[in-house]
Each structure stands twice: as structure tokens, then as C-alpha cells.
Antibody
Framework: EVQLVESGGGLVQPGRSLRLSCTPSGFTFGDYALSWFRQAPGKGLEWVGFIRSKTYGGTTEYAASVKGRFIISTDDSKSIAYLQMNSLKTEDTAVYYC????????????????WGQGTLVTVSS | QSVLTQPPSVSGAPGQRVTISCTGGSSNIGAGYDVHWYQQLPGTVPKLLFYGNSNRPSGVPDRFSGSKSGTSASLAISGLQAEDEADYYCQSYDSSLSGYVFGTGTKVTVL
């Protein structure tokens, strides 16, 4: 069974950093891309970023709202993906989800399945 | 801020048919990009409901159907059941934003 498990969420002050982890299972980590999404409390879904599989360069794409502050990376030896969040703002408060895109590369027809259970990040002083 | 617009809520009695619209523009749905739908049951994570406009993953009942035309897409639920109460989101790609975008979300209530 394909699963993704996020961890690392918590309470953090504005301007500080936090790193989330995504641990997939049930598929070959290196063959797939990964993507992060978030959902603010009581709000809708928002795409955060995307990392291509190593076959497609392992490069990243980001939403404008987080570009320059958030960094997605992978540790292939541990089969873990990370979302490094810097210069956090109160508006970054959300549940963060890790998902598996349909394609191993960044393309217009990607959909996302499955989703992890999410990890809550609260940015507050 | 979502670039795809959905009605905030729709409701229907058990057994009825409801439709959820997803309206975009020339840089997303109107550009020919596929629309996908997700169901988020209360207190749970989003689950893929449709991909590629009208394709159901295995396990999704055929009471659900999807379509796309022009700058809009629609999700229809026939034979509404209590277990269909959830939030529904459409998703596509936007060339102006160079990223994936979601609809504003629709809460389906079974009366």
C-alpha cells in the first residue's frame, strides 16, 4: 500500500525556521516526484512546491507565496523528502500535506494521490 | 487566493442529484488543462475522486461523474448518500502562475 507520513510540525515564532519530513512507503522512492500542499484552518487547498524525480533532475518548483523562503529536498539514502521553511509568517499557519504526483516530472496534467495525514504548523508569537 | 471558483455549498436530499461547478479562465481550464477532483470527508485528508476530467480511480462509485467544457468543469453526484457529505475541490494547472491551482471548495450537505 502506498503511504506517505509527514512529521515535524509544531508551534514556531514568526521569522523562524522549521523543517518538515515526508516518509513514503509502498513504492520506489527514486522513481517518483513528490509535492507539498497546505491547508490553512478552515480554508481550501494550496499547492506549495514540487520536486522532480532524480531521473528528471530532482529540481524543484514553488508557488509564488513561498518561493525564496521554502526549499524542498530529498535524502535518497533515507528515502525521505523535506520541506525546509524559512522566514515563516503567520499566514503560513496550515496543515502541510505530502503527496505523490502522477508524473515523475513537473507537467500540466499532474494529479496527486495519495496524500499523507498532514502535519500542523502554527506560526505565532 | 484560489483562481478556480466553486459554489461554497450545495445540498440535496438522499437520492437526489447535485452538481458542483468549477469555473476558471483562459490560463487554466480554458487553456485545455485537465481538471481533477478531490473529496475531503470531515476531519480527513483529501482523496482523489476524478482525474483527467472524467476518469474515476478504482473504488470510486459510478454515482460520481465528471465533465469539462470551455473554461469550466463539473462534478455530478447522482443518488446522493449521507456518506457523500464532504468538501469537494477541483484542481488544474495555471500557466500564468506556473503552478497547480485549486478551486475554492464546495461543501456538500445531505438534507
Amino acid at each position: 500500500e502506498v503511504q506517505l507520513v509527514e512529521s515535524g510540525g509544531g508551534l514556531v515564532q514568526p521569522g523562524r525556521s522549521l523543517r518538515l519530513s515526508c516518509t513514503p512507503s509502498g513504492f520506489t522512492f527514486g522513481d517518483y516526484a513528490l509535492s507539498w500542499f497546505r491547508q490553512a484552518p478552515g480554508k481550501g487547498l494550496e499547492w506549495v512546491g514540487f520536486i522532480r524525480s532524480k531521473t528528471y533532475g530532482g529540481t524543484t518548483e514553488y508557488a509564488a507565496s513561498v518561493k525564496g523562503r521554502f526549499i524542498i529536498s530529498t535524502d535518497d539514502s533515507k528515502s525521505i523528502a523535506y520541506l525546509q521553511m524559512n522566514s515563516l509568517k503567520t499566514e503560513d499557519t496550515a496543515v502541510y500535506y505530502c503527496t505523490r504526483p502522477r508524473r515523475a516530472y513537473f507537467t500540466t496534467d499532474n494529479w496527486f494521490d495519495p496524500w499523507g495525514q498532514g502535519t500542523l504548523v502554527t506560526v505565532s508569537s | 487566493q484560489s483562481v478556480l471558483t466553486q459554489p461554497p455549498s450545495v445540498s440535496g436530499a438522499p437520492g437526489q442529484r447535485v452538481t458542483i461547478s468549477c469555473t476558471g479562465g483562459s490560463s487554466n481550464i480554458g487553456a485545455g488543462y485537465d481538471v481533477h477532483w478531490y473529496q475531503q470527508l470531515p476531519g480527513t485528508v483529501p482523496k482523489l475522486l476524478f482525474y483527467g476530467n472524467s476518469n474515476r480511480p478504482s473504488g470510486v462509485p459510478d454515482r460520481f461523474s465528471g465533465s469539462k467544457s470551455g473554461t469550466s468543469a463539473s462534478l455530478a453526484i447522482s443518488g446522493l448518500q449521507a456518506e457523500d457529505e464532504a468538501d469537494y475541490y477541483c484542481q488544474s494547472y495555471d500557466s500564468s502562475l506556473s503552478g497547480y491551482v485549486f478551486g475554492t471548495g464546495t461543501k456538500v450537505t445531505v438534507l
